[in-house]
């Protein structure tokens, strides 16, 4: 069974950092391009960013550019998104994603609070 | 306010038919494929078309995707309780490099 699980998230403060992590399983990790997207509460889902299978490439949503980073370690079947210089409209439910011609399989999310 | 074009809403009584529609442009949904989410109160998004029409193992056959020019549907027909969801459409758009999704269309069954 393909699984996504994400770790991470939390409550932060308006500048601040944070590292969600994503763990895959049930599927060759290592051959698929990975997506994050995220979900503010109540609103629709925007696509924050993705990575190629073998980190040498990476695209990101023109709003998180300079701020936030992902990478992957394939030998631990993980996907990460480094935050930085959190705001408040980062607040969303940040989902992992495999991509098929797209994000077919999603984890269950986690929560992200920026917030004084 | 998103690339993709989504009405915000539809509705149906169980077992009609609805459609919802996406529209697009030439740098989404005019050159790539296009994928439909289903998203049920509470829970994480669900792959339910792919590649414009698709479907994958599990989705029943009442949901269908097409795509035409720079705008693509999706319908759903013999409705049920349980298809009330919000729906989002997908693509990759070459000009924003990224992929790009409707503002989503909640279904009132």
């Known amino acids: 069974e393909v699984q996504m699980v994400e770790s991470g998230g939390g409550l932060v403060q308006p500048g601040g950092s944070l590292r969600l992590s994503c763990v895959g399983s049930?599927?060759?990790?290592?051959?698929?391009?990975m997506h994050w997207v995220r979900q503010a509460p109540g609103k629709g889902l925007e696509w924050v960013a993705n990575m190629k299978q073998d980190g040498s490439e990476q695209f990101y949503v023109e709003s998180v550019k300079g701020r936030f980073t992902v990478s992957r370690d394939n030998a631990k079947n993980s996907f990460y998104l480094q935050m930085n210089t959190l705001r408040a409209d980062d607040t969303a439910v940040y989902y992992c994603?495999?991509?098929?011609?797209?994000?077919?399989?999603w984890g269950q999310g986690t929560l992200v609070v920026v917030s004084s | 306010q998103s690339v993709l074009t989504q009405p915000p809403s539809v509705s149906g009584t169980p077992g009609q038919g609805v459609s919802i529609s996406c529209s697009g442009d030439?740098?989404?949904?005019?050159?790539?494929?296009v994928n439909w989410y289903q998203q049920l109160p509470g829970t994480a998004p669900k792959l339910l078309i792919s590649?414009?029409?698709q479907r994958p193992s599990g989705v029943p056959d009442r949901f269908s995707g097409s795509k035409s020019g720079t705008s693509a549907s999706l319908a759903i027909s013999g409705l049920q309780s349980e298809d009330e969801a919000d729906y989002y459409c997908?693509?990759?758009?070459?000009?924003?490099?990224?992929?790009?999704f409707g503002e989503g269309t909640k279904l009132t069954v």
């Open positions: 049930g599927f060759t990790f290592g051959s698929y391009w």
């Open positions: 590649r414009n029409n």
């Open positions: 994603a495999r991509d098929n011609s797209g994000p077919d399989y």
């Open positions: 030439r740098s989404n949904i005019g050159k790539y494929v």
């Open positions: 997908a693509a990759w758009d070459e000009s924003l490099v990224g992929w790009v």
